[in-house]
């Protein structure tokens, strides 16, 4: 089991900044990649950016320019720099890990429990 505990959500006015973190405890070993998901009211769960266990990034064409995703490898802990917010930012923001497990051949899913970014004046 992984236990992912975010914090650093908050209101924020259209142009600011906020930075998310997700900090990762208990059977952390082979999580091949971590990020951040979102989901707007009444929308689906979309991707934000993940960093894969080799560096590789990901990112939603929206947040391109914008947002940075980083990792503290000795803290286990996954950073999101989100710049030059806009409203269309605003949702809840959710941590991901993606393990696999090359011995069992199993691939495991785990969530943090979201924090709500809101952009707006």
């Known amino acids: 089991q992984v236990q992912l505990v975010e914090s650093g959500g908050g209101l924020v006015q259209p142009g600011g900044s906020l930075r998310l973190s997700c900090a990762a405890s208990?059977?952390?070993?082979?999580?091949?990649?971590m990020g951040w998901y979102r989901q707007a009211p009444g929308k689906e769960r979309e991707l934000v950016v993940f960093i894969t266990s080799g560096g590789t990034t990901k990112y939603a064409d929206s947040v391109k320019g914008r947002f940075t995703i980083s990792r503290d490898n000795a803290k286990n802990t996954v950073y999101l720099q989100m710049n030059s917010l806009k409203p269309e930012d605003t949702a809840d923001y959710y941590c991901?890990?993606?393990?696999?497990?090359?011995?069992?051949?199993?691939?495991?899913?785990?969530w943090g429990q979201g924090t709500q970014v809101t952009v707006s004046s």
């Open positions: 208990g059977s952390i070993f082979s999580i091949n990649r």
């Open positions: 991901n890990a993606y393990q696999f497990i090359a011995t069992t051949r199993s691939s495991y899913d785990y």
